[in-house]
């Protein structure tokens, strides 16, 4: 128990925007992983709704963003960081989060995984066919921004 206080110090010190620094200060520590591979890893959860969005359409819209910027792996071992995005339907309503996990060493070296970077958001969508496009866009548009921002951080080291 007490080599998970200071990782799980290291982990809050890391999801919060640490004061003082700046915006790119902040998301260099939130994103920075040497230009590494990312892996995915989509949960779709559904109760009450008859939308048709299902997780081999979030994998397959994601894990091709992913592919087109030339950071996925599909092997776990490779990978130096995870995409998670989990998006959660109930009847209209869905919440959608998409998180970068990585690997994180406190000062005492012990090493573990930690959230760094996260973005969510709510909103409600108008049926089966149309509401699962809606949110496939949503998620989608914000996996770009999570790209853009990504690249941008680790620039130096895709080169």
Known sequence: MNKLIPLIALILLVAVDARGQ????????????????????????????EISLT????????????RGARIYTSDLAEASAGLIVSIRVLDNAFRYDVALMKE???????????L??????IGTHSGRD?????ILNAIGEQVDRFIDQYLE????ACE
């Open 55 to 66: 997780e081999a359409r979030v994998t397959t819209t994601v894990r091709s963003k992913l």
């Open 130 to 134: 149309t509401g699962a496009q809606f």
């Open 153 to 156: 951080v680790n620039e130096d």
């Open 104 to 114: 994180v060493t406190d000062i005492y070296g012990n090493r573990g995984f930690a």
């Open 22 to 49: 700046s915006d790119e200060e902040s998301l260099r520590l939130q994103l920075y992983t040497g230009c590494g591979r990312i892996h995915l890893l989509v949960n779709v959860g559904i109760e009450k709704s």
């Open 116 to 121: 760094t970077w996260i973005v969510d958001n």
